[in-house]
């Protein structure tokens, strides 16, 4: 009975006329963002942050919330539509859905990945709903020394973000680290790394380095290498789908949408490692296998769904113990710092309303995105012809905008035209940015936990690895670390890399 009183307290929450506007630009950003090729969901959030701070914590959340997993689904769109993925995820959607649409059936293959992330979101929100209080509850008895040891696990595994060289990946995290440390310390209130500018007693803007290192930085690299799209499908037509459709979609759906809950959890690009396996599972499984690559529409449900699945379950580590799973989950948690709420395992008690009206939000949003998806196809199809070049002045104003209104000062946007130039000198030099941004969001509470559980053991560091719990997050952090040295893992991450 809990589950469905906190589920009723959702539904006050997220049935709000405010709370459903919201969610509805939310949703129907994010469409607009995956249609886009080349800006994605984590640009637009980081770009979008600055607008959260004058909102309420529920409107804000459930509106970045629905950009992410609306992302999601506007993906498919390009990738069906020109060959083209708008999300990384939605790269094996555009083997056989883009050989659909040359078919003459682009309109079946728009509905089957609609319907099917519909159907993977609607289950994956079941799950988080479930999975997340029992979470919470073990979290709860988390000490300052268990706390730090989930933090040591949670940046380990934030390796799993970039790909390519693990040397590269351990830098950008302790260049966040170090990154964090810059402001006024809590415990002495001494100044460190300010270099005497006033600015920087109270820290980096979050805001502001994360709009340069992914927001300007992602437009400096379409910019240099913006390619003409052109849509080889005017007008979509069959949307309904045969009756022969709906049963050759029925099993891979439900397989996609049950591997990509499960791979979501995972830190890194769980959605994206989901839509891959369920493509390769249905190759195998399907009895239509020779029509694979050639337009077989297990091709196209299976990955939307696993990779919906998998956006909508990349929640649950960052809703319960505040680890931040990829990058977006990273701005959802700088989005909460934002408006003034501890990520942890006691976002559920304190913040119940916000919480449960983020997870009903997302069947309404799932829901709306049909709606969005379907009938507008027509608009879609339009925005895909807007050359880069025309959009991208807008959005570096509406950047300048965002950073300098957060504390209506220039030294923020200065911040943030020096973020972007490093992120894109980073990106030359083949370093990824995500594991900078975790490092420099976990940094500040890994320290505090540090000197809270040395306090509490009297400097003895042995107490790390008394408490069970501590000791058990530590050798799971040495093993995922194994695991991502082991010969396979690093050849793999270098190949990934460089396609």
């Known amino acids: 009975m809990d589950l469905f009183s906190d589920l009723w307290l959702g539904a006050n929450t997220a049935f709000v006329p405010m709370n459903l506007a919201y969610c509805f630009i939310g949703c129907l950003l994010g469409t ?30 459930i509106m970045l919330a629905g950009i992410f997993y609306g992302a999601q689904y506007g993906g498919s769109t390009t990738a069906i539509l ?21 078919n003459g059936r682009a309109g079946a293959a728009l509905s089957t990945a609609a319907l099917g992330s519909f159907f993977a979101g609607s289950v994956a929100t079941v799950l988080l709903a479930v999975a997340a209080p029992p979470l919470a509850a073990i979290a709860l008895k988390f000490g300052p020394a268990e706390y730090f040891s989930l933090m040591i696990l949670g940046l380990v595994a934030s390796v799993a973000l970039a790909s390519g060289s693990l040397l590269k990946a351990v830098a950008m995290i302790l260049l966040g680290l170090l990154l964090g440390c810059i402001g006024t310390d809590v415990e002495s ?59 050759r979609i029925i099993a891979p759906v439900l397989r996609g949408t049950a591997l990509g809950s499960v791979l979501g959890v995972l830190p890194g690009g769980g959605a994206m490692l989901a839509s891959f396996a369920s493509y390769a599972v249905e190759k195998r499984m399907s009895p239509n296998r020779s029509e694979f690559g050639k337009g077989a529409i297990e091709g196209v449900a299976a990955p939307e769904s696993a990779n919906n699945a998998g956006a909508q379950t990349s929640f649950i580590p960052m ?33 119940p309303a916000m919480f449960w ?38 959005i570096i104003a509406f950047c300048c905008i965002g950073a300098y209104s957060i504390n209506n000062s220039v030294f923020d ?11 894109f000198a980073l990106s030359k030099l083949r370093f990824e940015p995500a594991p900078l941004l975790l490092g420099f969001i976990l940094g500040p509470m890994l320290e505090e936990n540090l000197r809270r559980a040395m306090l509490i053991g009297q400097g003895d560091p042995t107490i790390f690895v008394r408490s069970p719990l501590s000791l058990a997050l530590l050798i799971v952090a040495v093993l995922v670390l194994a695991l991502v040295l082991s010969p396979s893992i690093s050849r793999k991450r270098e190949e990934a890399f460089t396609e």
């Open 413 to 423: 946007v200065f911040v943030m035209t020096g973020f972007a130039i490093v992120g």
């Open 319 to 351: 809703l319960t113990l505040g680890i931040p799973g990829n990058p977006v989950m990273a701005l959802m948690v700088g989005a909460m710092i934002i408006q003034g709420i501890t990520p942890g395992p006691n976002v559920i008690s304190d913040e």
């Open 357 to 394: 009206g983020m997870i009903v939000s997302m069947w309404v949003g799932n829901l709306m995105l049909v709606i969005l998806n379907l009938p507008l196809i027509g608009l879609w199809v339009r925005m895909l012809t807007i050359p880069y070049h025309v959009l991208f002045p807008g």
């Open 82 to 102: 020109i060959n083209l993925p708008g999300e990384s995820s939605s790269v094996v959607t555009a083997i056989d859905g883009y050989q659909m649409a040359r």
């Open 189 to 247: 209130g001494s100044p460190r790394y300010v270099f005497g500018i006033p600015e920087l007693y109270d820290g980096l803007n979050f805001v502001a380095v994360s709009m340069g290192i992914f927001g300007i930085c992602e437009i400096m690299r379409n910019l240099e290498d913006e390619h003409e799209r052109s849509v080889g499908v005017k007008r979509v037509t069959g949307l309904m789908l045969t009756k022969a459709d709906f049963k």
């Open 32 to 61: 607009a963002i995956g249609v886009l090729p080349g800006l994605g969901p984590t640009a637009t959030i980081a770009m979008l942050l600055p607008i959260t701070f004058g909102l309420p914590p529920e409107s804000s959340l």
